[in-house]
Structures are given as structure tokens and as C-alpha cells.
């Protein structure tokens, strides 16, 4: 009786050692998940600082293009419509007053009619 209950202690022992075994090579995993979880924590924030440089730069680099644009109001421009332009319904005879001339050219008319 008293080898029984030492065999059984024995087997408790072994499967609670197993167990912490077990769970110790768990923990171990999880605290190396937690330090790759940390370092892509700092790997967003460094990519984070990085897209917002870029998009700082690229708001400058709009900004620098658009620095010699020049804005013209009160200009009405008459646009061919894809519709006709691909149906060929008009001729350059027939096409209503203004829609065969290229904006640019409507734009050069503008200025020469409004020194």
C-alpha cells in the first residue's frame, strides 16, 4: 500500500513536471512573441514617421510646381464632348461656334480679346 501511494506520488510528480515543462517552453515562446510584437511596434512608428516626411515633401514639392501657375477667371471654355467626338456627328462646318477649338486656343483668343 505505502509503494502504491509512493508509485502514484512518482507519476504525479512526473506529470506535474511535465506540465511545468510544458508550460515553461509556452511562456518562453510568448515572451518572444511579445519582443517581435515591441520591435514591430517600433518598426510602424518608424515607417509612420517616414510616410509623414514623405507626404511633407510631396506637399512642398506640389507647392513649388504650382508656384508659376497663373489663374485665369471669367474665361468660359467650350469643350467637345466625348459623345460627338467619337460618334462624328459634327463636322468642323456643322459643330457648334466654339467646340472645334482646342481650349489652349480658346485661352490665347481670351487674352488677345482682354488686354
Known amino acids: 500500500m505505502h ?18 515543462g510544458k508550460m515553461t517552453k509556452q511562456q518562453t515562446q510568448l515572451l518572444g512573441l511579445a519582443e517581435e510584437v515591441r520591435e514591430l511596434k517600433l518598426l510602424v512608428k518608424e515607417k509612420d514617421r517616414r510616410t509623414e ?9 506640389e507647392l513649388y510646381s504650382r508656384k508659376e501657375d497663373i489663374l ?6 467650350k469643350h467637345r464632348s466625348y459623345a460627338r467626338a467619337t460618334a462624328g456627328n459634327f463636322t468642323r462646318e456643322d459643330a ?3 467646340e472645334m ?4 486656343q480658346q485661352v490665347i483668343q ?3 480679346v482682354y488686354p
Open 3 to 20: 509503494e502504491e501511494k509512493m508509485e502514484e506520488l512518482r507519476k504525479s510528480l512526473n506529470f506535474m513536471s511535465d506540465e511545468i
Open 53 to 61: 516626411a514623405l507626404e511633407r515633401r510631396v506637399d512642398e514639392l
Open 72 to 77: 485665369i477667371s471669367g474665361l468660359e471654355t
Open 96 to 98: 457648334p461656334p466654339g
Open 101 to 104: 477649338i482646342s481650349p489652349e
Open 110 to 112: 481670351f487674352l488677345h
